[in-house]
């Protein structure tokens, strides 16, 4: 296990798990991949709003694996950050945020 996985604490995770976990998100062409991407849910995050809850493109680190012995990088995703909230907290099979044009919107399933 990668010793940065083991540093995730209230201050998220390590740099390279940062940057190792931003290069999961979608690229959409058109735009740089190193600013803009989306999550597995469509919705736009922006590299620099890591962990910013007040920004509509702010994005968390989602684990997979959480519910099991940790899977290490494998098991975790970025996720624009009301759909980690809806992931992690609520049902999630209720609405997802996603892209409408170039903002997100929330979309019942």
């Known amino acids: ?15 390279e798990v940062v ?4 290069s999961l998100a979608q690229i959409i062409p058109g735009n740089d991949p190193e600013v803009w991407r989306k999550d597995e849910f469509g ?10 809850r007040h920004s509509d493109f702010g994005w ?3 684990d997979y694996g ?11 995703r970025p996720m624009q950050w009301q759909n ?3 992931f992690m907290v609520a049902a999630r099979n209720q609405a ?14």
């Open 84 to 86: 980690y909230l809806d």
């Open 19 to 22: 940057r190792s976990v931003w």
């Open 43 to 52: 919705a736009w995050i922006h590299r620099t709003d890591y962990r910013n």
């Open 66 to 76: 959480y519910s099991r012995r940790s899977m290490g990088l494998a098991s975790l």
């Open 1 to 15: 296990m990668s010793e940065s996985l083991s540093s995730h604490s209230a201050e998220g995770y390590d740099l």
């Open 60 to 62: 968390e680190i989602a």
């Open 96 to 109: 997802v945020v996603t892209a409408d044009g170039l903002r997100n919107a929330r979309r019942l399933l």
